[in-house]
Nanobody, 121 residues
């Protein structure tokens, strides 16, 4: 069974940094695009950053220059380095990926369980 397991959230002061990690577990055939989303209560989940299998990246305007998404294909994991955090970054962050499990003909989209990031003094 394919699962995405996130870690690294927590409480940080404005201007601080956090690093999120997401590991893909299970019997995996291939992993295509992976991404980080965030969600605040009462609002829709929004894309923060995406990285393709080849390493091309996309960032939401609000995080450009502050956040960096990375990927380690051998370890089947992605990271999100978050610098210069501001209170508006407070949200639950979710890992997302297009993944094909062993024995399955097509890729499916999977979500992690989410990790809380709180930016507050």
């Amino acid at each position: 069974q394919v699962q995405l397991v996130e870690s690294g959230g927590g409480l940080v002061q404005p201007g601080g940094s956090l690093r999120l990690s997401c590991v893909v577990t299970g019997r995996i055939d291939s992993i295509a695009d992976m991404a980080w989303y965030f969600q605040v209560p009462g609002k829709q989940r929004e894309l923060v950053a995406r990285i393709t299998a080849g390493g091309s990246t996309y960032y939401a305007d609000s995080v450009k220059g502050r956040f960096t998404i990375s990927r380690d294909n051998a370890k089947m994991m992605i990271g999100l380095q978050m610098n210069y955090l501001v209170p508006e970054d407070t949200a639950v962050y979710y890992c997302n990926g297009d993944i094909r499990g062993v024995g399955l003909g097509i890729s499916r989209n999977y979500w992690g369980q989410g990790t809380q990031v709180t930016v507050s003094s």
